[in-house]
């Protein structure tokens, strides 16, 4: 089940998306989700829906993979749709049955809500499956580096970041431990009453949580002993390079925007 | 092999709501260029110890100097360029996404040029023999692995001292070997003088030199072969002799007639082998 799960992980590979500069994809995607919002008919949709499949026909990140990642956020998204198919009461009156009515402006806004929903997850799923864990962080400090001025721990925050993303991995392997261990003392993570199933996860969050705080202890202390003293005086291993192919990226994703505002309505 | 490296005087160390001192008035000197091993039962003082040397705690009374430089408050930074540690846990001391990232970390740390850093990170990581793992994420290397990752991290600081502080503990066999034979070959090529802590007289007995450790004071110190024959002493201790030492004791007890001791097993058989050639 962990396996499957998509966000925050990377997938190795060659494509045009993974050399691209995490600060060229961390501001497109930022553009994106504003821009999003500036659709609001067919042709807007159209539009954007394009641009998202170009970026991810770039990612190279086979299809199986990401609709089997994106599974739970599908279901959302079927929620989404239906909240907005019976809930919105404008337009014509398309159908009829019992107490369940669906109009015209129902069914646009539902398809519309989870198309925008989607393009949105689809985009920032493609960073972090494109981007490693650690250049993203390395892009996001870079970004928000100006922000020192005004007194934003900008470099412990982005350390916090990759270090939480680092864990990650290794979170999920305990925690599949922590189920198997207790799954073999006859706790039910999978079957009977939801409620019972909540209760489950109570014995798996306590050592979960008590070896994390562990862990964050040896971690300190191991770079305390690496000689780590804050940001001051430090140097970088990694080096971000923007090329013109970023430059690409930001003109595209600007196009988008002028297009976006000329053709909604 | 006589030029010490870090000196101890008289070093106490007791942690907060403790009766006891859990480092009991210790001294001795580490000499350069050579393997010692502190061994002792949990409880013993020997982590205590490991992070005294490291400025990770500081002695309530006492003096470490590392190369006849007060270890204080002032100088814990430079000490701590000069004595490198690796702890127990694999995953919990691995703080890059990547395995370079991770050997770079220290040299981040210390304000080393980037042109420098690419340099250090590859030659330390080709020492421990993990160079074709360099874009590796962690969860995907084996506990011995992830160890030779954190050795390289300290190597590329270039450290006079390696402290090993119960490095191999949570490792398979082959994990543990990989990380001995390591630390073995970098003794040999770049002349680094080994701390190792542990509980592990196995691990100990390819040291040159052994300190027992009991109830925060030294029990014992010499050379592997000296200290293993205390035997039973060892054992009162809580430590667990060397299978080879254990056979061979047994053997001499039925009227075989060996050699005294035997640190390892190869040396047991190859004994054994002469006597029935022998026979």
């Excluded at chain 1, 900008?154 to 431990?177: N, Q, W």
């Excluded at chain 1, 600007?254 to 309505?265: G, H, I, P, Y």
């Excluded at chain 2, 300190?211 to 024959?229: A, L």
């Amino acid at each position: 089940m962990m396996d499957k799960m998509i966000f925050g992980r990377y997938v190795p590979a060659e494509s045009p998306m993974h050399r691209l500069d995490p600060r060229a994809k961390l501001l497109m995607v930022f553009i994106f989700v504003f821009i999003i919002f500036l659709a609001n008919n067919i042709a807007t949709y159209v539009v954007i829906g394009a641009f998202t499949l170009l970026i991810l026909n770039m990612s190279k990140i086979p299809a199986g993979f990401l609709i089997g990642g994106l599974r739970p956020v599908f279901y959302l998204i079927l929620f989404t749709f239906f909240l907005h198919l019976f809930f919105t009461k404008e337009g014509d009156l398309l159908f009829k049955w019992n107490f369940i009515e669906v109009y015209e402006n129902g069914l646009r806004q539902g398809i519309f809500i989870s198309l925008r929903f989607a393009f949105l997850i689809l985009i920032t799923s493609i960073l972090t499956l494109t981007t490693t864990p650690i250049s993203i962080t390395d892009g996001l400090e870079t970004l928000f580096n100006p922000l020192k001025k005004w007194k934003l721990p900008v470099h412990e925050l982005a350390l916090m970041m990759s270090i939480s993303l680092r864990f990650i991995p290794t979170l999920m392997e305990e925690t599949d431990k922590i189920m198997k261990a207790q799954a073999a003392r006859g706790t039910e993570f999978s079957t009977g009453p939801i409620k019972n199933r909540i209760k489950a996860i109570v014995p798996l969050l306590i050592p979960l949580f008590v070896s994390s705080f562990k862990r964050a202890e040896e971690l300190a202390t191991a770079m305390e002993s690496r000689g780590y003293r804050g940001g001051e005086g430090r140097t970088k291993y990694r080096l971000l390079k923007w090329e013109s192919k970023d430059t690409i990226l930001l003109a595209a994703i600007m196009v988008l925007t002028v297009l976006l505002l000329l053709l909604r309505s | 092999m006589n030029n010490a490296l870090v000196q101890l005087e008289q070093v106490a160390f007791k942690y907060e709501g403790q009766e006891k001192n859990a480092v009991d008035y210790v001294s001795f000197d580490i000499y350069e260029g050579e393997w010692l091993a502190i061994v002792g039962h949990n409880g013993s003082g020997k982590s205590t110890l490991a992070k005294l040397l490291n400025g990770l705690l500081f002695p309530q009374s006492g003096r470490i100097t590392v190369q006849g430089q007060p270890l204080t408050e002032e100088t814990v930074w430079d000490v701590r360029g000069q004595i490198g540690m690796v702890f127990q846990n694999p995953d919990n001391q691995f703080v890059g996404t990547t395995v370079q990232d991770d050997v770079a970390f220290g040299l981040e740390n210390a304000g080393i040029a980037r042109e420098e850093m690419l340099v250090r990170v590859e030659d330390a990581l080709k020492r421990v023999n993990m160079e074709q793992f360099l874009n590796q994420e962690p969860h995907h290397l084996s506990g011995g692995q992830k160890q030779r990752v954190a050795i390289a991290g300290v190597l590329a600081l270039r450290p006079r001292v390696i402290i090993l502080d119960e490095s191999t503990s949570m490792l398979d066999p082959k994990g543990r070997e990989e990380v001995l034979v390591t630390v073995r070959e970098l003794m040999k090529e770049r002349g680094v003088t080994v701390l190792s802590i542990t509980h592990d007289l196995e691990e100990a007995s390819r040291a040159d030199r052994m300190i027992v450790m009991n109830q925060g004071s030294v029990y014992s110190e010499g050379t592997p072969r000296e200290i293993f024959q205390l035997e039973e002493e060892l054992v009162k201790l809580g430590l667990d002799i060397p299978f080879s030492i254990k056979m061979s004791t047994l053997l001499q007890e039925r009227g075989v007639s060996l050699s005294q001791t035997h640190l390892t097993d190869e040396e047991l058989v190859n004994d054994l082998c002469r006597l029935i050639s022998r026979m």
